[in-house]
């Protein structure tokens, strides 16, 4: 086989690995049935679970989307572009979507999205369709005073119960308390870039207090470019290795 031959072989073999890192789909048991984790870019992902779709902070744009089903809920944890992303909603269908956020996001939203969202404060929860969606603090620390990047109170993250399965989405935070003094997660999906939100080490500190079964890093690209998922797993892992840190591709270059 010739040099060009074998060249193309390659880039070909190359290009789909990229291409499957970027539609991976994990999928866990649950006590009836199998959730469906789809990571998407950045803060946003898509949770498959009994034929309902919920999409958490939709943003990255159509392509991102255009293969998979549209979205029964809609989850938005705060005002930031990179969470509030009306141009990806604009092109994606959210006809039949039910969109849960702080009210932060809710007086912020055009007007074609109002009549559809839930608010949620701090602590609050509802039902919707089979899931329970509970609102948690996210923000940086100090509470006191209020960071201007993210205040308490402006912003939700979330715990999802899904059948037998408690979801945590940590939206824009540092290690608060109240990730801390989680129980029973059983995946969590945390941030950690700077000067957003946190360091590695203070990320791989709270899992290791709230311990969830599974845990993936995401939300991880600041201004010094991708933190160091690898480096996080490590800390995490040298003190407890039944925890299962998944990394994943959440900034596909295709």
């Known amino acids: 086989m010739n040099t060009k031959i074998i060249s193309t072989v390659l880039l070909l073999f190359i290009s789909l690995f990229g291409f499957s890192q970027k539609t991976a789909i994990d999928e866990i048991k649950t006590a009836n049935g199998i959730l469906k984790i789809q990571p998407i870019t950045h803060g946003s992902l898509v949770l498959t679970y009994n034929n309902k779709t919920i999409y958490v902070d939709p943003y990255g744009g159509f392509n991102a989307y255009k293969n998979l089903k549209s979205p029964d809920i809609v989850l938005i944890t705060d005002i930031h572009g990179d969470h509030l992303d009306e141009k990806t909603l604009d092109s994606i269908n959210t006809s039949k979507a039910i969109f849960i956020a702080p009210k932060a996001v809710a007086n912020q939203i055009s007007a074609k999205y109002k009549s559809n969202i839930t608010v949620l404060e701090n602590e609050q929860g509802v039902h919707r369709l089979d899931f329970f969606i509970k609102a948690l603090p996210m923000y940086n620390l100090p509470e006191n005073p209020p960071s201007k990047k993210h205040p308490k109170g402006r912003g939700n993250g979330y715990v999802l119960t899904i059948d037998n399965l408690q979801i945590y989405i940590s939206g824009d935070t540092e290690d608060i308390p109240e ?76």
């Open 179 to 254: 990730m801390r003094n989680l129980q029973n997660i059983d995946v969590a999906f945390v941030c950690m870039n700077l000067p957003y939100t946190m360091t590695i080490e203070q990320a791989a500190s709270a899992v290791l207090e709230f311990q969830p079964k599974i845990v993936y890093p995401y939300h991880y690209r600041g201004t010094e470019g991708l933190s160091d998922v690898e480096a996080f797993k490590d800390l995490v892992n040298a003190k407890n290795k039944t925890i299962d840190v998944r990394l994943k591709n959440w900034y596909p270059k295709n």
